[in-house]
């Protein structure tokens, strides 16, 4: 102030008063903290904070609470919890924290450590850990009318019936119940702040989004008490993100079956057809040693990805018994084997023209037909092609079986996909459905 008034003295009249003047409108910071030292030493030196600020006894204190989620943090499904990193918000009025702003140099807001004044009670119900109480250690903004806001951070551990039937595309329904632990709702009445969770500071996670976060309030007599307590219970619909799920299981185990598919279009005179089949069946192993650590260890329910890699596992399975079989066939010879007629019947004569196949003819310079006898120059050649014959049929059987199987696992390759794209979609549909049913009520 003595520097204001020298520089005034030294400067024009019009400028000097303006000097005075701002000097009169910004007092010296000291002041103002001993405003502030003063206000709190007045309304802290009678305040017990065990009291439930109400003038009259009967009166309940009106605590608006709303949630605000910044993080996602992880969701557990073998033990069922839902971690999130939330904000909550209380709004109250104590009456016993009201002062007048002109008596304390014009102070109408103050922060106070939140241990020195009452609060309420406000935990979450369905918590899974042992702690259920807020950390108190952040601090109270208060207002002259006695307005308190309180907003603690937390990270919440809540308890969360996972059903992960439909995993990757899967869908959950994770609610957190809030309410006051020893107030009932006449002493503690709680009024919702908004209809859903504040997500305006949330950040996203990379596996789950956020559909929707509708709160609703309840009044519930439990069993163990007489009175009536009221709580606030947020249900938070989930959607797991599946795009990294979708490239490293499903796209592997599509073309592990496609793979199995191609076995029956592969010559048997190549001999490396059962190699085909064990190697796809080691791919497949190794495969599901890798993603056991990622589909959820739950034994209440299978996912369809995890019924879908056993279909497939059955699929590889059967494809190596019908090769074997396959091969069977096609190395037999007259010696060991004779072709019954229906097999003729069947195999060389009906099948092959259902599924279009032709079978080349027979070599005219080997083979002619003369009055119903075979005419060979050598006895010898005479059975080198009757057994050659003999042995082709019974090749053609085997590469008819192939044909066969080629297109039934082809077919229950496409159903067998269709059938769990369909289930996922129609899981989709229902959760929906669902969420709009609850937002109408």
Known sequence: LSLSISLSLSLSPSLAADALSLSSLYPPVRSSVHAEHKLFSVIFS???????PVENVTDPVVVQFEVSMSQLVKVDELNQIMETNLWLRHIWNDYKLRWNPKDFGGVEFIRV?????WKPDIVLYNNAVGDFQVDDKTKALLRYNGDVTWIPPAIFKSSCKIDVTYFPFDYQNCTMKFGSWTYDKAKIDLVLIGSTINLKDFWESGEWTIIDAPGYKHDIK????????????????IRRLPLFYTINMIIPCLLISFLTVLVFYLPSDCG???TLCISVLLSLTVFLLVITETIPSTSLVIPLIGEYLLFTMIFVTLSIVITVFVLNVHYRT???????CWVQ???LGLLPRVMFMTRPERDPEKVSLEGGI??????????TVILSQVQDDWKYVAMVIDRIFLWVFVLVCILGT?????CHAKNANVFIEITEEERSI
């Open 113 to 117: 450590p939140s241990n020195r004044i």
């Open 222 to 237: 439990y069993n163990c008490c007489e009175e009536i307590y009221t709580d606030i219970t947020y249900s938070l619909y």
């Open 334 to 340: 007259p010696k060991t084997h004779t072709m019954p």
């Open 345 to 347: 019947t069947v195999f």
């Open 272 to 274: 490396e057809k059962i």
């Open 46 to 52: 009678s305040y017990n904070q065990y009291i439930r």
């Open 418 to 422: 269709a059938v769990h794209i369909e």
């Open 374 to 383: 075979l005419v060979t120059t050598s006895l010898t050649i005479f059975f």
